[in-house]
């Protein structure tokens, strides 16, 4: 921000004592196109239904990690990117497994497991359920599921590696 401002005066002091038409401000970084910023990072819809390995594979691709989700707003978000990316609001995949231990749920990307949108009676591991979709049911809740389904998938990763 204070880069910003001082960029901002000095413009101002050489368009002032120059008379010089144009100056150059830097701008904040931003996520390319196609994937959509929030709080620091960048997510990204891939529409083709994957096994969820895959799909973690396809993201890592992308230098990415099947998305994590921290709070109600974050969760919103997702969902608004899956709607603008499919028109709808369908399965998808997203990052989390308990994969190594049931019942001890993580994130793939490592961020802490803290916010969960469980419908109810979930996650209940129902024939091997290890894998985590959300936007099941009517009521567009997160869901354990069979890893091998096949659903579309939410990507994430921080703006920063888009900086260079």
């Known amino acids: 921000m204070k880069l910003l401002t001082a960029s901002a005066l000095l413009c101002a002091m050489v368009a002032l004592t120059a008379a ?3 100056c150059y401000v830097p701008k904040k970084p931003s996520c390319p196109a196609g994937w ?6 960048c997510y990204f819809y891939v ?6 390995g895959d799909a973690q594979r396809n993201c890592q691709s ?5 998305a994590s989700v921290q709070s109600l707003g974050e969760y919103q978000l997702i969902q608004r990117v899956i709607s603008d990316g499919s028109r709808a609001n369908g399965q998808t995949w997203i990052g989390g497994s308990d994969g190594q231990q ?5 994130w793939i990307d490592g961020t802490r497991f803290q916010y969960t949108n469980w419908c109810r009676g979930e996650p209940n591991n129902a024939g ?8 099941f049911s009517g009521d567009l ?8 389904s096949r ?10 590696y888009f900086l260079g």
């Open 20 to 22: 010089q038409d144009e």
């Open 47 to 52: 529409s083709t239904p994957l096994p969820w």
């Open 36 to 41: 959509t910023e929030y709080n620091k990072k």
């Open 141 to 148: 809740c997160m869901n354990d599921q069979s890893c091998q």
């Open 128 to 135: 091997s359920e290890q894998c985590m979709e959300m936007n």
């Open 102 to 106: 049931e019942g001890y749920w993580f």
């Open 151 to 160: 659903f579309p998938s939410v990507c994430i990763t921080n703006k920063s």
């Open 62 to 66: 992308m230098s990415a990690n099947l």
